[in-house]
């Protein structure tokens, strides 16, 4: 059964620091990866995704992921976080075309310092 | 275009209850989805349908029910509830073209 871990639950960056999100999956084929990120009362919006071809997938709002397949990794970075990124970010992993039934980690609540 | 709409976006239950929550997209998805998000879990598949007519079992389905009422509408339905069942729902749609689900802006449940 796939699974996804965010090892970070929490992490805190001042404004205009580099940001780094982890994310690691256990899937048997290839999977289906996505960014997802959630701002406090609101849905889920997407960052960003990743099905196949070039690994580095450039997202909305600056946002990037690396797939490594080695390290079954899909980290998320940004170069220099603004305020208005402070929000909740889910990593998701899906199994199949069309009908994705997605598995999501944890999410990990970034906190941005003025 | 609305996108993914929920309604009610907020409820209290006693336990024992029952409620519907109700789910439209415009977006002509052909698959729907229901989560629950509860602190420290991400967000975990109640009910799934892949096209209209069908619905399948997702990691948590016990406790609840849907309907597929057409192509727009998802419905999750709590027959009796209980506090184990207070939590956020999401419902999203699901596009085939994209393989891309797209959420609601949720329902905060409370069950006492």
């Known amino acids: 059964a796939q699974s996804v871990t965010q090892p970070d639950i929490h992490i805190t960056v001042s404004e205009g620091a580099s940001l780094e999100l982890r994310c690691n999956y256990s899937?048997?084929?290839?999977?289906?990866l996505f960014w997802y990120v959630q701002s406090p009362g609101q849905g889920l919006q997407l960052l960003l995704k990743?099905?196949?071809?070039?690994?580095l997938v450039q997202g909305i709002k600056g946002f990037e992921a690396e797939f490594k397949r080695s390290q079954s990794s899909f980290n998320l970075r940004k170069p220099s976080v603004h305020w208005s990124d402070a929000a909740e970010y889910f990593c998701?992993?899906?199994?199949?075309?069309?009908?994705?039934?997605?598995?999501f980690g944890q999410g990990t609540r970034l906190t941005i310092n003025p | 275009n609305a996108g993914v709409t929920q309604t009610p976006k907020f409820q209290v239950l006693k336990t024992g209850q029952s409620m519907t929550l109700q789910c439209a997209q415009d977006?002509?998805?052909?698959?729907m989805y229901w989560y629950r998000q509860d602190p420290g879990m991400g967000l975990r598949l109640i009910y799934y349908?892949?096209?209209?007519?069908?619905?399948d079992k997702g990691e948590v389905p016990n406790g609840y029910n849907v309907s597929r009422l057409n192509k727009r509408e998802f419905s999750l339905r709590l027959e009796s509830a209980a506090p184990s069942q207070t939590s956020v729902y999401f419902c999203?749609?699901?596009?085939?073209?994209?393989?891309?689900?797209?959420f609601g802006p949720g329902t905060r449940l409370t069950v006492l």
């Open positions: 998701a992993v899906g199994s199949v075309q069309g009908a994705q039934k997605l598995v």
């Open positions: 899937y048997g084929a290839t999977p289906y």
């Open positions: 990743y099905f196949s071809g070039d690994t």
């Open positions: 977006m002509n998805h052909n698959s």
């Open positions: 349908s892949a096209s209209e007519g069908t619905t």
């Open positions: 999203a749609g699901g596009s085939s073209s994209t393989d891309t689900q797209y």
